[in-house]
């Protein structure tokens, strides 16, 4: 069976190569090699053909339910939200990027467009089953559009890295006092003290964050 290549550890030449389209049979059978991984990893919601070396423009996932991706392209989105994703190629790293809420996709196996979003539906666009669950229900359907702009990416040979947006704060504009409370981070780890005690951990690498 194949397995997910660590990018860290190991050269994917497909990672950043827009991959070639398939057949929507073979795209299928693709389909179900990449749902096998997902399913026995139990660590994933999506999964893209070249993250296990395979040239197809395949992808899978599984957020609300299993939704196959073959040949797939984005028609139109709108909306654009802030995001933090990781990813399976690069394990225990995410970044921050700005996807869409709202996206219409077209795939190979399907002659309607699939329509995505995470806009909030309001009681009278709910069934009584979701009535309960409206919050849960939004942030699983933004999930899930974000996830496959994340796996068309991954198609393209983009990856999250390529999309990383800077959000820490530089302040050009306003003087900071001595004793401001500022947030600073380095890598995973936070702190928030005195600006002026921070200048010993910013000389070390640390920066200014929101």
């Known amino acids: ?10 050269d994917n030449p497909l990672i950043q190569k827009r991959l070639k389209e398939v057949s929507v049979e073979e795209g299928l059978t693709i389909a179900t090699k990449l749902f096998s991984i997902l399913n026995e990893r139990k660590d994933g919601i999506g999964l893209a053909a070249n993250q296990v070396g395979i040239d197809a423009q395949v992808a899978v996932l599984n957020v609300r339910e299993p939704l196959i991706l073959i040949n797939p392209k984005i028609i139109s989105k709108e909306v654009e939200i802030p995001f933090y994703e990781g990813c399976l190629s690069y394990p225990g790293k995410g970044c921050h990027t700005k996807r869409y809420r709202d996206i219409i996709i077209s795939t190979a196996q399907e002659e309607s467009h699939w329509y995505f979003s995470g806009a909030d539906k309001g009681e009278d666009g709910m069934g009584s089953w979701e009535m309960d669950k409206k919050t849960q229900g939004k942030e699983l359907r933004i999930l899930e559009a974000v996830c496959i702009q994340h796996e068309i990416d991954h198609l393209n040979g983009m990856r999250i890295l390529d999309r990383a947006v800077d959000t820490t704060i530089r302040f050009t504009e306003r003087k900071i006092g001595r004793n401001d409370l500022v947030t600073i981070k380095k890598g995973d780890a936070v702190k928030v003290l005195k600006y002026k005690k921070a200048q010993k951990f910013l000389s070390e690498g640390w920066e200014i964050s929101a």
Do not use: G, R, V
């Open 1 to 10: 069976m194949n397995t997910i290549i660590d990018c860290y550890k190991q």
